[in-house]
């Protein structure tokens, strides 16, 4: 199957208020190319120094989109260009994509990170959290973030009741988060960023507005 072949498959199973972010973490130029061809226009990377290389060779209407765990020191060097962090799970996260963002005079959109699986190897946000960082007084200086949405990731199982009540526990954390913190200037809910290859048609059934897929466009990732 071709990379183009995959794409329009994903493509026909969802509806046009989803939006598909094509993950192309550890795949070479050729591969993003082929699906950028095939009128992808936005890609996820996990790794900042990757899609730094991958944005600089590629065309320039590409979207950037950071999927993976972000460290602090390295947000300088995607500030200038990525379209979307998703996965940002701190306030001093947030205070250093303001200040790197003011640096290049723009506003960088972000989602905040939820923890909603039974694994504790992935990262994320507990309600509390989530409510710390929309009540704090530093959000309401950070001129140069947007809050649009929320992420998370399910815990990787075949039981899919588990996953559905998982993606149902985000969408209910974004319809609550909406109600009370969408008039703060910078916050402007409507993303939610859940689904992945193996679960994305759940994810879209539980709300979902935005899938993260990778393997089942490129294939398998040999790390
Ligand atoms: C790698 C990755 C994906 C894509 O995973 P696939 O199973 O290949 O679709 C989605 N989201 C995140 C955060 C990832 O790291």
Known sequence: MSISTNLNE??????????????????????L????????????????????????ALPKDIE????????????????????LIHGVESLKLLQEINKQAEKHNRIIPVLLQ??????????????????????????????????????????????????????STLKDIF??????YNDLPNVQLEIISMGMSNDYLLAVECGSTMVRIGSTIFGNRNY
Do not use: C
Not at 175 to 180: F, L, P, R, T
């Open 64 to 83: 950037w989109h950071m999927i993976g765990h972000v460290q602090r020191n390295k947000v300088k060097y995607m500030a200038e260009y990525v379209s």
């Open 175 to 180: 319809d609550k988060s909406k109600q009370k």
């Open 33 to 56: 190319m082929e699906a950028y061809e095939a009128g992808q226009r936005i890609f996820g990377e996990n790794k900042i120094q990757e899609m730094t290389e991958k944005y600089e």
């Open 10 to 31: 994903v493509k026909q199973t969802l509806a046009p208020h989803v939006t598909l972010v094509a993950v192309s973490k550890t795949k070479p130029m050729e591969d």
């Open 114 to 167: 939820m923890f909603i699986a039974q694994e504790d190897t992935k990262f994320g946000l507990d309600t509390n959290e989530l409510e710390e960082i929309f009540t704090s007084e530093e959000l309401k200086e950070m001129q140069n973030i947007q809050i649009k949405g929320l992420m998370g990731m399910a815990t990787f199982t075949e039981d899919s009741q588990e996953v559905k009540k998982e993606f």
